[in-house]
């Protein structure tokens, strides 16, 4: 059972844990310091690289290296592109090219947050394109630490003008609340949250990390293979005519919801995320334990299975795809309806969730639900993607980047407790003469585990309400919910 508190006051709260009960972050209104903030364990590891003279917080990528507009200032040496392709193995140094720069980048190899290998994709060439895509890492800090490495300029200046991958991204909602350009990365207005069990798909949050790819329904297929099974290829046709059509309601979040309230207390890596990187709709398709189970997967497979891998078809430069993977049992069990799915609230998949088909995992993180699907991998292991080796873990709040041990912690599969109020909203003001305000939020707890109850307080926990949940046919769903507590004469400037 998870049992949710809501606090309104204080800062930061941990999560309580006892045998069979979990407590919730607190979300907290101080009537003293008038600012609303909602804080909990962290779910995002603290990435923070100290070099260049300060402390330089960026995202990993394909290559972690800056995107930079190139300094002014004058350097003597001069080298041509042929100098560069030269050094292209720590034995002959590593050298990168941008915008007219040459940078030696050896000695950045091992701490490069995506690891080394990722960075000798633009061994002896030009690392442009790379940041065409990633071009997130445009800041003032990764600016200075790649400066930190240039050794010259390169003969004849700027490079050649590269394509813009982003050039195909679907048209988005106005409303949405946009956390990053390219890749696309927005999240749904918190009021709406509070107020419709299921969220529109214009107004789904949208969580990508490479351009959205285009996608022909009628030619796409998915791979299915593994360990003592056939491989097969099934159309989208073949999912909608051989597998009986599932449906499932259920609520998706990003791992990282929320996450702006930890940069009060400590700078983290990541989307500055507020409360509204989280959605519920209907989603229909193939039960994955269908579809496995027509491919060959058998209880006499298990022993030689533990994982179901998914890759998409959103790559970087490299063909390098998006994967992820959740643990066999839950692939297979029916009760926690994992599906292939083709529609999202009645209509097909929109583009940036995946269309034409992509994984839904209920009551686990987002990031292993997998969009734009290209494959299924029945395996012992789990996926050895970035995104689930070095992204998306759990790690205590004194490890950083020089000494973060990615294999010492396994990837998020169940989330934590989660709970936000959404009304009133931040930076709303209150007036105390109402005596009474309502306040509205949600609850939402990962693993198929319901939310019991929602504690309200309005003094700093002096006296506490009981909050009226909303009825929910599936308890892997949020909850909303609804209390009032008494302003006595307080006035609250959220």
């Known amino acids: 059972m998870l049992l949710s508190f809501l606090r309104l006051g204080m800062g930061l709260c941990t999560a309580a844990r006892q045998r069979g009960v979990a407590c919730a972050a607190f979300a907290c209104l101080s009537s003293r310091s008038g600012i609303l903030k909602q804080e909990d364990e962290s779910l995002m590891l603290i990435h923070k690289w100290k070099g260049a003279g300060s402390a330089l917080t960026f995202a990993a990528g394909i290559l972690a290296l800056p995107l ?60 442009d394109p790379f940041w ?22 390169l003969v004849g200046g700027a490079q050649q003008t590269y394509g813009d991958p982003y050039a195909n991204e679907p048209k988005r909602h106005g409303a949405l609340i946009v956390r990053s350009q390219q890749p696309f990365n927005a999240e749904t207005p918190v009021e709406f949250l509070s107020q419709a069990k299921l969220t529109p798909n214009d107004l789904f949050y949208v969580r990508n990390h490479l351009p959205v790819p285009k996608v022909d329904s009628e030619s796409w297929k998915v791979s299915v293979k593994g360990e003592g099974m056939r491989q097969v290829e099934l159309s989208l046709e073949d999912l909608e005519s051989k ?8 609520t998706l979040q990003c791992t990282g919801n929320r996450r702006d309230m930890f940069n009060g207390v400590k700078s983290v890596q990541g989307l500055e995320w507020s409360a509204g990187a989280i959605g519920t709709a209907e989603f229909a398709g193939a039960r994955l334990s269908d579809v496995l189970a027509y491919a060959g997967l058998t209880e006499d497979s298990l022993g030689e299975v533990e994982h179901i891998q998914f890759e ?49 995992a209920p009551g686990i993180t987002g990031a292993r639900s997998v969009k734009w699907l290209a494959r299924i991998i029945a395996h012992r ?50 007036d105390a ?33 009981t909050a009226d949940l909303s009825p929910v046919h599936d308890r892997r769903n949020r909850q909303q919910f609804k209390a009032q507590p008494q302003m006595q004469s307080y006035r609250f400037c959220l």
């Open 312 to 360: 998409g078809l959103d790559s970087d430069i490299s063909g390098t795809c998006y994967g992820a993977s959740i643990p066999v049992m839950k692939a297979l069990s029916r009760q926690d309806d994992v599906i292939l799915a083709y529609e999202m609230n009645g209509q097909e998949i929109p583009p940036d969730h995946g269309y034409p088909v992509r994984v839904v």
């Open 243 to 250: 597998f009986k059509k599932h449906t499932v309601t259920c």
């Open 381 to 430: 292991e789990e996926s050895g993607s970035h995104w689930q080796q070095k992204d998306y873990k759990s790690f205590s709040p004194n490890v950083d980047w020089d000494n973060v041990d990615w294999g010492s912690a396994p990837a998020v599969q169940e989330t934590n407790v989660q709970s936000a109020i959404c009304v009133p909203q931040q930076g709303q003001t209150v």
């Open 132 to 153: 065409a895509m990633y071009a997130q890492h445009k800041t003032a800090e990764v600016r200075e630490l790649l400066e930190g490495y240039r050794i010259g300029n």
């Open 433 to 465: 003469s109402d005596e009474e305000i309502e306040v509205q939020g949600y609850a939402y707890s990962g693993g198929g585990q319901g939310i019991i109850r929602v504690d309200v307080t309005a003094d700093d926990g002096e006296t506490w309400i």
């Open 68 to 127: 930079l507009a190139q300094c002014e200032q004058e350097e003597s040496a001069t080298y041509s592109q042929e100098d560069v392709a030269e050094h292209d193995s720590p034995e002959k140094e590593v050298w990168v090219s941008y915008e007219g720069g040459v940078y030696n980048v050896t000695d950045f190899l091992e701490m490069h947050p995506g690891g080394a290998q990722r960075l000798m994709m633009a061994a002896g060439g030009a690392i």
